[in-house]
């Protein structure tokens, strides 16, 4: 009996006692940011883990995909100190699925097995643990760079940029938001670009204190998606920290830091029109309602051609296999006639980015990209390209 006894002490040797009470409510709400940074299939079992550390009077909650890590603290009614990992999706999905309102104990008992007990009422549940000194860490290296963006500021940053990240893995330098200072002495600003070769969003802000000097660097578009619910939901400044190779961003009680794509991401102001001088100003509701419905004929090329004359904007679409259709909308544009044909799901994401009453587009002829600009926002431009109809 001595013997069995120290062999299952040695099997559980790795792991901590835990016992805490937490509110349902608030951990549901940070597993639910944290778990989607965890790959629903790893090769590596601990990567499907979520780390949860009882000290000081919270929870620290750790998820990581190896490129991304982001840590939340959380309070609760800590009895015994420690740390765990469990299977994030799982540990999610029970405490979604637990009654409003209610608290949720944890506890282990290392001396009696490696298995976590969650319990809130009736209900009762153990999940299988790996040790937490097996979780890998991201390490962040010196940061160099140092500055604070207001909640809105950084929030307009991702946000208006995000739509037009690529996804093609070929040219994975444009999977990502390019941070930078704009070129150039005088008026310099902090910006983000993003293009994916059809369609270009460059948004600027102020050059915060400590941003001055910073390398251009490319935020993945994992993280893009990430960083944007802590934004959304942490405090009302997000403080970044950045080097060539890394970046960290804080807000309230949550903390990510990311590894940056190693590429030179492409010189956009070739791309930026300077000429076009054939301005149309349009309703921004209007237009993406009429663009939403006449796309529904153009299903499968997804052209949807702008023909501009006088005071007014026709949009049409037509299809072999659908038919055809044809939207009329009243458009501020007196230069001459003109046709142009566009990605309508580009036009469409475009637009539900632009905050104002009105969408000015402004043009060149039927073969060259189109600015467009939101009066309510001077800081976002965006491109889009044409394509044939």
């Known amino acids: 009996m001595p013997a069995k006894s120290s062999a299952a002490s040695d099997n559980f040797v790795n792991f901590d006692s835990i016992q805490l009470t937490i509110d349902r409510a608030a951990f549901l709400r940070s597993l639910g940011r944290l778990q989607s940074i965890v790959e629903k299939r790893n090769t590596i079992p601990i990567l499907s883990n979520i780390k949860i550390e009882a000290a000081g009077g919270n929870l620290n909650l750790t998820a990581t995909d190896m490129d991304i890590a982001a840590t939340e603290k959380v309070a609760a009614k800590i009895t015994k100190e420690g740390a765990v990992t469990v299977p994030a999706h799982t540990l999610y999905d029970i405490v979604r699925k637990l009654p409003e309102g209610s608290e949720i104990e944890l506890s282990l008992d290392a001396a009696k097995g490696n298995q976590l007990k969650v319990k ?33 500021e950084f929030i307009s940053l991702i946000k208006k940029t995000r739509f037009s990240i690529s996804t093609e893995e070929t040219r994975y330098y444009l999977n990502g938001v390019y941070l930078h200072i704009s070129p150039g002495a005088e008026n310099q600003s902090l910006r983000a670009v993003s293009t994916d070769g059809h369609r270009l969003a460059r948004i600027e802000v102020p050059v915060p204190a400590g941003a001055a000097g910073m390398p251009g660097v490319i935020i993945p578009r994992k993280t893009v998606v990430e960083v944007k619910k802590i934004a959304e939901e942490g405090g009302e400044t997000i403080q970044v920290s950045l080097s060539k190779t890394k970046i960290k961003f804080d807000s309230g009680n949550i903390t990510l830091v990311s590894k940056l794509i190693d590429g030179t991401f492409p010189d956009y102001e070739r791309v930026i029109p300077k000429e076009n001088n054939k301005i149309m100003e349009v309703d921004s509701r209007l237009l993406t309602q009429a663009v939403d419905r006449v796309s529904t004929i153009a299903t499968e090329t997804r052209a949807i051609k702008f023909a501009m004359s006088g005071g007014k904007l026709t949009l049409s679409a037509s299809s072999q296999d659908n038919g055809d259709a044809t939207e009329e909308i009243p458009a501020n544009y007196s230069s001459d006639a003109m046709d142009i044909g566009f990605n309508y799901r580009y036009v469409l994401e475009m637009m539900g ?37």
């Open 353 to 389: 980015e632009l905050e104002g009453e009105t969408a000015q587009f402004v043009f060149s002829d039927s073969t060259s990209p189109a600015l467009v600009r939101d009066p309510a926002d001077v800081t976002a431009l965006y491109v889009i390209m044409p394509m044939r109809v």
């Open 120 to 152: 809130s009422g009736n209900s009762k549940f153990q999940l299988s643990c790996l040790p937490a000194a097996d979780f890998p860490t991201i390490s962040e290296g010196q940061l160099t760079h140092n500055f604070s963006l207001s909640k809105s």
